[in-house]
């Protein structure tokens, strides 16, 4: 298997594992769970540290088992990814309040 296969199979982004594989970049949580929600037989901290073997040792899971567990998994990203961009929205939205109080400060001192 090559990365080629890899990249298309798990969804990710042309050049990304080839770029990580050679330490121009990080692969990323999303892209670590898209990998592991691929291939249910690959273990976990092989593929972070490289240390142990890099198939698990332990029973495959029932198939719809793991489905669930990679629903779920999605479910926690998507969540994860609507959190972070709520906390923008709040950022942008204290920094305009700011921005408007020392508006309001500037005009009450005109008055």
């Known amino acids: 298997m090559n990365d080629n296969v890899v990249t298309k199979e798990c969804s990710l982004s042309q050049g990304l594992i080839g770029q990580a594989r050679k330490g121009k970049c990080d692969l990323g949580d999303k892209a670590i769970d898209k990998i592991l929600n691929t291939y249910l037989d690959l273990d976990r901290v092989w593929l972070l540290t ?6 698990k040792q332990d ?5 719809m088992v793991a489905r669930t567990e990679a629903l779920i998994d ?3 990203a998507s969540m994860e990814e609507t959190i972070e961009s709520q906390k ?3 950022e942008a939205q204290k920094e305009e309040i700011e921005r408007l109080q ?3 400060q500037e005009r009450e001192r005109g008055l």
Request: aromatic share 0%; charged share 35%.
């Open 50 to 55: 490289g240390e142990g073997e890099m198939i």
């Open 59 to 63: 029973k495959p899971k029932h198939p």
């Open 74 to 76: 999605k479910l926690i």
């Open 88 to 90: 923008k929205v709040i």
């Open 102 to 104: 020392r508006a309001l």
